[in-house]
């Protein structure tokens, strides 16, 4: 990798506007949004409900375009991305982790985890190949053929986060990935996200909760569609500093 690509952030937001009408009523959900996240940043997005964070996420993740401002991800403006061309982006580059998992209920943790792959077209033998070998690394070799209702909600989460890291993406986005998990799987899931920090991977969590932001180095809190705060390890981040 060419050290621009290195140096240039996974994620560039600029003065981004994502309105809703709603009864005829324009309301802004995000009012001026501008930040960068670097390779191998451990961020936590955080604020009180309604504050914008799902928005935010939607958008980072390409689930949604903003009203205004420019979006770009990993170098691609996505304004300028047809639909399908967005599909593959997400698919390509982007690993999702939901509060419920989102595991196809009829099939096995081997087939999850393989679905991604599918869609980016990796032929079945190598498919089989990377899905297992993705469900050893995180502690499920002895649960490969079994469905999630069949597996614990730590171990379904588990599952989740092999589908989202098994097309090598370039950022890991979780939206509250521990809503749904007692404490003891809440630790589990926390530890497997600093593990996964550490070996190098861009990691995007959406908490309400503070022990779980508490895990990541740099905190941005959501106020009334807006940044209130961008901080790390008690200091203040310059967000526009890679620019
Ligand atoms: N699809 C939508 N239609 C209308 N309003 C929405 C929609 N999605 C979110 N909003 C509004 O945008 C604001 C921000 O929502 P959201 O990003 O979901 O907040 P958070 O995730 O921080 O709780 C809220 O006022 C919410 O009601
Ligand atoms: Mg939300």
């Not at 309301?27 to 949004?33: H, Q």
């Not at 451990?42 to 689930?63: D, H, Q, R």
């Not at 069949?150 to 986005?173: C, D, F, K, Y």
């Not at 996200?193 to 969590?205: S, Y």
Request: aromatic share 4%; net charge negative; charged share 20%.
């Amino acid at each position: 990798m060419s050290h621009e690509a290195l140096s240039q952030p996974i994620i560039r937001m600029q003065d981004i506007i994502r309105e809703y009408v709603v009864g005829g009523e324009v309301m802004r959900a995000l009012n001026g949004v501008t930040l960068s996240i670097l390779r191998n940043e451990f961020v936590a997005i955080m604020g009180p409900s309604g504050s914008g964070k799902s928005t935010t996420m939607n958008i980072m993740g390409c689930l949604d375009r903003p009203t205004a401002g420019d979006y770009q991800i990993d170098g691609n403006s996505v304004s300028a991305l047809q639909e399908d061309e967005l599909a593959q982006l997400r698919n390509m580059k982007i690993g999702f982790i939901f509060q419920n998992f989102n595991l196809l209920a009829r099939t096995t943790a081997l087939e999850n985890v393989e679905l991604p792959m599918m869609y980016a077209g990796v032929p079945p033998k190598e498919r089989r190949e990377r899905a297992t070998e993705a469900l050893i690394r995180i502690g499920l070799q002895d649960r490969l053929h079994n469905r999630p209702n069949e597996l614990s909600g730590g171990q379904q989460q588990r599952v989740s986060i092999a589908r989202a890291l098994v097309n090598r993406p370039v950022l890991l986005l979780a939206d509250e990935p521990t809503g749904a998990l007692d404490t003891r799987n809440t630790a589990e899931i926390l530890a497997l996200f600093e593990d996964l920090h550490a070996q190098g991977n861009t990691v995007v969590i959406v908490t309400h909760e503070n022990e779980v932001g508490a895990h990541a180095k740099r905190i941005i809190r959501f106020r009334d569609g807006c940044i209130e705060s961008d901080t790390a390890n008690g200091a203040m981040v310059m967000t526009h500093a890679t620019d």
